[in-house]
């Protein structure tokens, strides 16, 4: 993949949060996030397809979500404590939870 899509992919999920993407350059793996942000320490990933599955999770939480609630997914690994549970929900979801202005940039 194109170096300049993942960047772009980057500095736009930091506009979106409120965050600024943290250029490559100068830092090594694991020394800071992809988008420096106050609250959150975001690591991007972009992908050419992701699993259908995941996509199906989410779809099966909106339909099931009353009005006000958040469609999420939770993905648990057999035998892994549940602490350790990763969190899935749709990018406008999370600006929202941070209390974005709707009209933060896009």
């Known amino acids: 993949m194109p170096d300049r899509l993942w960047k772009a992919a980057e500095r736009a999920i930091a506009a979106k949060l409120g965050g600024v993407r943290v250029p490559v350059s100068g830092r090594s793996r694991g020394d800071a996030p992809d988008v420096a942000h106050d609250l959150l320490s975001i690591e991007v990933k972009t992908r050419q397809t992701l699993p259908a599955w995941l996509g199906e ?29 990763l969190c899935l929900l749709r990018l406008a979801d999370l600006a929202a939870l941070l209390k974005l202005p709707p009209d933060a940039p896009r």
Do not use: K, M, N, W
Not at 71 to 85: E, K, S
């Open 57 to 85: 999770a989410l779809s099966q939480a909106t339909a099931a979500a009353r009005t006000g609630q958040i469609p999420t997914v939770i993905l648990h690994q057999t035998g892994q404590r549940y602490d350790g549970a």
